[in-house]
């Protein structure tokens, strides 16, 4: 199969190329995708899982991409929920061989079913953005009707997804993000937007809640704004001022079946759209892969 790997740790570009490597093979509990439509990071040839095993063993050459959509073509030994010919999407394991390529060995139960009215590319794009949102917002945030939240970065792809997760609770969303945000926020559900280069973060008053995909400053000024019992939730990373009598939370997002369905669900009524930056095919993906754009890049195999 072809696939886009790294393989060289110290390297300026990680050795990172499209090349042809046998392929995977099925685990226990395992399925193997025809991998249709597929999400990457760019910050994965940082992460210590792109180049080592649970184990602590090396793993190059390892295939980059976590996030993919596609046809199960095989089932592994004990693997359950899915049959072969299904659409599925979901998210791989971050210590194995990700999504860029054109077969992935997928734990069933990190893959959810995929409606037929909804495109390889569309669920490829949430997959990432839609767990993180919704696990931040109501596993962490607990987020509910009448309380009212602050999304950092509500222009970028997981902030745009949580500010139309959170409309649906009835929230009073505060967005903030750059000048050409305003109009996304606001068609997504926001009540309020502060432009980051022009207004105070301080001038949103209140909240009972703040998800961050920022960090720094803008965290730190955020989680100042928390009432009494409130919550900061932030991805971006462990942060350094905590909230007065509230909870402050750093996760990575996991795999959820039943978090995809709901996703599924929300894409296939209309209720959600993420953010695509750019369609592009597996081969394109070294010239891309240095690229900073908004929203994200997907990668279209099939």
């Keep these: ?38 999400g990457f990071l760019r910050g994965e040839p940082e992460w210590p ?38 659409r599925v ?10 999504s860029l390529a054109e077969y992935a060995a997928v734990e069933a139960r990190n893959l959810a079913p995929l409606p037929a009215d909804v495109d390889h590319v569309t669920a490829a794009a949430v997959v990432m953005p839609g767990l993180t949102a919704w696990q931040a917002l109501f596993d962490h945030a607990h987020l509910q009707a009448g309380q009212s939240i ?11 997804v949580a500010v139309q997760l959170a409309r649906e609770t009835g929230a009073h969303i505060i967005a903030t993000g750059r000048a050409a945000d305003r109009d996304l926020a606001n068609s997504h559900g926001a009540n309020e937007f502060l432009d980051l280069d022009s207004d105070r973060v301080e001038d949103a008053g209140e909240v009972d809640a703040v998800f961050d995909v920022i960090g720094g ?56 759209t993420p953010l695509v930056t750019a369609v592009r095919d597996l081969d394109a993906v070294p010239a891309d892969f240095a690229e900073h754009t908004r929203g994200r890049t997907i990668i279209k195999l099939k």
Excluded: C
């Design 1 to 38: 199969m072809r696939a886009i790997i790294v393989q060289a740790r110290d390297a300026d570009d990680y050795g990172l190329s499209l090349t042809k490597l046998p392929d995977p093979r099925a685990a226990e509990n395992d399925v193997i995708v025809e991998v249709h439509a597929a």
């Design 49 to 86: 899982s792109t180049w080592t095993d649970r184990a602590d063993r090396d793993r190059t050459p390892s295939v980059l991409g976590h996030e993919l959509s596609g046809v199960v073509v095989e089932l592994g030994y004990g693997s359950t929920g899915l049959t072969i010919g299904q």
């Design 89 to 98: 999407f979901g998210l791989t394991d971050w210590a194995r061989n990700g």
């Design 150 to 160: 602050l999304i950092d970065g509500a222009g970028g792809s997981v902030g745009s």
């Design 217 to 272: 400053e803008i965290r730190d000024r955020s989680t100042a704004l928390l009432r009494p019992g409130g919550t900061l939730v932030t991805v971006a990373d462990p942060p350094t001022v905590h909230p007065d009598n509230g909870r402050s939370i750093f996760f990575v997002v996991e795999p959820n079946r039943d978090q995809l369905t709901q996703l599924a669900t929300r894409l296939r009524d209309g209720r959600l």
